[in-house]
């Protein structure tokens, strides 16, 4: 059974930081790539950051670059999100995703390249 859980969230100040863990199992997690998805109070989710499975490219939303860092650790199947600078507007429920492959500059931060979907967890902050 494919699985993809999030942790890591919660209530931070702004300026403060978090950072959010996503644990998978149940696939080859090595051919995937892992993106970062958050979804706002009455708004369309959005691509936060992704860490290709190949060549190990990195991709940021322009609303995150310079604050917020991705990693993976294949031996442990994770990919975690350090956040910090946090704003107000970061709040959020944040999604992990797998998909299979390198997506490309194009789809890297387009949900509907993913093919796995964690449930979420919760990101506040407060000003």
């Known amino acids: 059974e494919v699985q993809l859980v999030e942790s890591g969230g919660g209530l931070v100040q702004a300026g403060g930081s978090l950072r959010l863990s996503c644990a998978a199992s149940?696939?080859?997690?090595?051919?995937?790539?892992i993106g970062w998805f958050r979804q706002a109070p009455g708004k369309e989710r959005e691509g936060v950051s992704c860490?290709?499975?190949?060549?190990?490219?990195?991709y940021y939303a322009n609303s995150v670059k310079g604050r917020f860092t991705i990693s993976r650790d294949n031996a442990k199947n994770t990919v975690y999100l350090q956040m910090s600078s946090l704003k107000p507007e970061d709040t959020a429920v944040y999604y992990c995703?797998?998909?299979?492959?390198?997506?490309?500059?194009?789809?890297?931060?387009?949900?509907?390249?993913?093919?796995?979907w964690g449930r979420g967890t919760q990101v506040t902050v407060s000003s």
């Open positions: 860490f290709g499975r190949s060549d190990g490219t990195i």
């Open positions: 149940g696939f080859s997690f090595d051919d995937y790539t």
């Open positions: 995703a797998a998909g299979f492959g390198a997506p490309g500059h194009y789809y890297a931060l387009k949900q509907n390249w993913y093919d796995y």
